[in-house]
């Protein structure tokens, strides 16, 4: 009986304690006790190491969260260097069509790369990474748009070229796009300015000539 009631007070007093109990030897009752305090205090000690654990899960979180941050803010840097980079428009469209032979119809500059569409000779599309600092070809890839004779129709006639309308484009800022509209026969191109303002221009296929896009609020 003694010894239910020395365990009885050994664990109230480590429940109200946090965890923690001291015990006091009782009526020859010191072994008993003292294994039941010992008990107690290494399940306090375990709190404490989950109490660590937690911690350090939550600075972990914080450190990845960081780290999606900074990739974000590399992915803009990388557009922004981009542009000012030393790789224009006209440039990447020549090195895709060296890399895959055909008719250039756009080029975007698209996630820190150059991304050129090319109808090549056998009518199959396919899209041409070029990186916008060296020129050099990242990659290519077939395309699924199935087009070539509404391409072949818009560009029938014309004598400028994907890479022509985008170095007349460059006389109105840092073109950032180019790309063929089928439907009104003419080459859609998109410019940045220093100030980081951009405007859309159409440039003219037998021409070269080049305006405001009728959907640009602005005048040239």
């Keep these: 009986m003694?010894?239910?009631?020395?365990?009885?007070?050994v664990t109230a007093a480590a429940l109200v304690g946090g965890g923690t109990a001291t015990a006091l030897a009782v009526?020859?009752?010191?072994?008993?006790?003292?294994?039941v305090a010992r008990a107690e205090a290494r399940a306090g000690d375990d709190d404490g190491r989950d109490d660590d654990r937690d911690d350090r899960n939550?600075?972990?979180?914080?450190r990845d969260?960081?780290?999606?941050?900074?990739?974000?803010?590399?992915?803009?840097?990388?557009?922004?260097?981009?542009?000012s980079g030393d790789v224009t428009a006209a440039e990447a469209l020549a090195a895709a069509l060296k890399h895959t032979p055909g008719t250039a119809v756009a080029a975007e500059l698209d996630d820190g790369?150059?991304?050129?569409?090319?109808?090549?000779?056998?009518?199959?599309?396919?899209?041409?990474r070029?990186?916008?600092?060296?020129?050099?070809?990242?990659?290519?890839?077939?395309?699924?748009?199935?087009?070539?004779?509404e391409v072949r129709a818009a560009l029938k006639?014309?004598?400028?070229?994907?890479?022509?309308?985008?170095?007349?484009?460059?006389?109105?800022?840092?073109?950032?796009?180019?790309?063929?509209?089928?439907d009104d026969r003419g080459w859609e191109a998109e410019t940045r300015a220093s100030g980081g303002g951009e405007r859309d221009w159409r440039v003219d296929l037998g021409s070269g000539k080049v305006t405001a896009d009728r959907g640009d609020s602005d005048d040239d």
């Design 2 to 9: 003694k010894r239910n009631i020395v365990i009885a007070v």
């Design 27 to 35: 009526s020859g009752d010191d072994d008993r006790g003292a294994s």
């Design 58 to 62: 939550e600075d972990r979180h914080d």
């Design 65 to 83: 969260d960081r780290g999606e941050d900074r990739s974000d803010d590399r992915g803009d840097d990388r557009d922004e260097r981009a542009v």
């Design 113 to 128: 790369a150059w991304e050129v569409d090319v109808l090549g000779d056998d009518d199959g599309r396919h899209s041409v």
């Design 130 to 149: 070029v990186d916008p600092g060296s020129g050099k070809v990242l990659g290519a890839s077939a395309d699924d748009e199935d087009d070539a004779r």
């Design 157 to 182: 006639g014309s004598s400028v070229t994907a890479g022509e309308a985008a170095r007349a484009a460059a006389g109105k800022g840092v073109v950032t796009s180019v790309e063929l509209d089928d």
